[in-house]
């Protein structure tokens, strides 16, 4: 059952919908808890996976009111377009060929 409920949270959490929840933000991650971790800037913020008084207690918690990050992603070496070309983009060396 609680992988159940993990399961569920983690996807909830990477939903793409801009939503609040209010006083819960306060209890557990939520989507727009987590799209803070992945915005550009401010870079290195909300770490926790389920509760966001880990990222309080070590100084990452970053959670502005009725706020949503300008852009998220990867800063400096910007992800392709492309399904394939994302899926093979790990794989690739310095040179931008595939190793």
């Known amino acids: 059952m609680w992988l159940v409920i993990i ?8 939903v793409n919908l801009r939503f ?15 799209h803070w971790h992945h915005a550009v800037t401010p ?3 909300n770490f926790a996976v389920h ?5 309080r207690l070590f100084g990452t918690f970053h959670l502005p ?4 990050p300008a852009r998220m ?11 394939a070309v994302q899926l093979l983009y790990p794989l690739r060396n310095r040179r931008g060929r595939i190793a």
């Not at 399961?7 to 990477?14: I, K, M, P, R």
Request: proline share 9%.
């Open 73 to 83: 992603g990867v800063s400096g070496d910007p992800v392709p377009e492309g399904f």
């Open 20 to 34: 609040r929840m209010r006083w819960i933000e306060q209890l557990i991650v939520t989507p727009r808890f987590h």
């Open 65 to 68: 009111r009725g706020e949503w």
């Open 7 to 14: 399961g569920l949270h983690a996807t909830l959490n990477h």
């Open 43 to 45: 870079a290195d913020r």
């Open 51 to 55: 509760f966001p008084w880990i990222d």
